[in-house]
């Protein structure tokens, strides 16, 4: 993946409605390259289950890649797409998930019903991966 001074003179991450009019602001205004990436999160971040838990009872599962949407893309058009997975004890409770990247939004739906489940890693672990979907990487995290 390029670095993103290479790509943008801004970098929105999430968007939502301040970012993404600051965005259109800058871009117009004076002309500035902006890349706005879709970033979602659900649960806690590491620094709270630590917090919670233990720093001993932690583990985060995480990926970057460049996702197939941007397969046809020039490199500097291509936007990162990260995953991390928080969970806590020897069962690996899932309390955290943060998606970063094209279509994290509609993706994180369905893990939210299963986090509110109480869904461990083996229970993400156990999904059939959908191929190709940029989702597969959330159930093969190693």
Do not use: W
């Not at 970012?19 to 970033?39: T, Y």
């Not at 806690?44 to 197939?68: I, L, R």
């Not at 291509?78 to 899932?94: A, D, I, N, Q, R």
């Not at 309390?95 to 986090?115: D, K, T, Y």
Request: net charge neutral; hydrophobic share 40%; charged share 20%.
């Amino acid at each position: 993946m390029a670095p993103v001074t290479k790509v943008a003179d801004f970098l929105v991450l999430g968007g939502g409605s301040g970012g993404l009019a600051s965005a259109r602001m800058a871009s117009s205004k004076f002309g500035a390259k902006v890349l706005v990436v879709e970033a979602k999160r659900l649960g806690g971040t590491c620094v709270n289950a630590v917090e919670q838990y233990g720093e001993d009872k932690v583990k985060v599962y995480k990926t970057s890649f460049t996702a197939m949407y941007y397969a046809m893309m020039e490199q500097e058009q291509k936007g990162p797409t990260s995953y991390k997975l928080v969970v806590v004890g020897p069962e690996e409770k899932v309390v955290g998930l943060h998606i970063v990247g094209q279509g994290s939004a509609e993706m994180l739906q369905g893990f939210g019903v299963a986090i509110k489940m109480g869904a461990t890693k083996a229970d993400f672990d156990s999904c059939v991966a959908i191929h190709p979907t940029s989702a597969e990487e959330l159930v093969t995290l190693k």
